[in-house]
């Protein structure tokens, strides 16, 4: 974790959004989907239906039409307006800053309501365990589960509490930059000498 640290100081959230709301939409379009790709989406959708309001009242085949490019789209689009109508109706527009209230969501599950609480709202609910999180726990040795919530308990039980959110940007940025899937630059990763490289 130090050593990740320093190497990633600047490490966060790399889907763009101005509000919660709107990293709420982004996580649930970042499905199966880049981050760089939902980014491109998300300025235009945004830039069309800023807030809960005016996305619940959009046209769902505008919208399908603007997220076509994340994969799933229909389920996508109705994910997003049947989301954003609920939290019209229940919750006055605003985002829930509980994960039980936000997993009632359409689209919602664990990773997504952590990723807002903990980057949205600055709530540490839990680790969000994607990919390359459950990828990377497993090949430095942290945990041989692959379920992303048995993975989720274990990191809970290994990483203190004030770095949950953290250790995700953290083995997210190592996951994009250094420790890819097929071909990780071992050679000039500055966790050479630590990893045991499980998986490899």
Known sequence: ?????????DAHCELD?????????????????????VNLVTK???ARFPDARSMSQAS????????HSTGFYKNKAKNIQDCAQKLVDFEVGQVPATIEALIQLPGVGR????VVLGNALGITSGIVVDTHVGRLAR?????DEVDPLKVESALQRQIKHEDW???SHLLIWHGRRVCAARNPKCDSCFLFDRCPRLGL
């Open 1 to 9: 974790m130090a050593r990740l640290k320093k190497g990633y100081p």
């Open 17 to 37: 959004s101005n509000s919660p709301f709107q990293l709420l939409i982004a996580t649930i379009l970042s499905a199966q989907c880049t981050d760089v790709r």
């Open 44 to 46: 235009v959708l945004f």
């Open 60 to 67: 769902l085949a505008e919208l399908e039409e603007i997220v």
């Open 111 to 114: 990773k997504t309501a952590n």
């Open 139 to 143: 090949r430095f040795g942290w945990t």
């Open 165 to 167: 959110v953290l250790v």
